[in-house]
Nanobody, 124 residues
Framework: QVVLVESGGGLVQPGGSLRLSCAAS??????????MGWYRRALGIQRELVAT???????NYADSVKGRFTISRDGNKNTVYLQMNSLKPEDTAVYYC????????????????WGQGTQVTVST
């Protein structure tokens, strides 16, 4: 069973920084993860993509976070990070980690996993 464990959320003032982490449990059983990323859902708004990264290091960012957020990945540990700088009140949301195209040794097929979410609040 693969579970994504997130950490690093919290309360920060506008202009501040936070670093989110997401680690896939049972990592030794994972053969491949096509893409890992972060999504967020603000109150009353549909969940939206923040950033994704492939095993080769290709990244994709929402326009609203380009130049402020940086996604990185430790492939050996199946861990993804999101460095968030110059945070704004509109970044306030629950941030969810996603692992897409997960395959395990000794099994066929692929599946996706979501983390439980971590709250990020940007406020004075």
């Amino acid at each position: 069973q693969v579970v994504l464990v997130e950490s690093g959320g919290g309360l920060v003032q506008p202009g501040g920084s936070l670093r989110l982490s997401c680690a896939a449990s049972a990592s030794g059983n994972i053969r491949n993860i096509d893409s890992m990323g972060w999504y967020r859902r603000a109150l009353g708004i549909q969940r939206e993509l923040v950033a994704t990264i492939t095993p080769g290091g290709s990244t994709n960012y929402a326009d609203s976070v380009k130049g402020r957020f940086t996604i990185s990945r430790d492939g050996n540990k199946n861990t993804v990070y999101l460095q968030m700088n110059s945070l704004k009140p509109e970044d306030t949301a629950v941030y969810y980690c996603n692992a897409a195209g997960v395959s395990l040794f000794g099994t066929v097929g692929e599946f996706d996993r979501w983390g439980q979410g971590t709250q990020v609040t940007v406020s004075t």
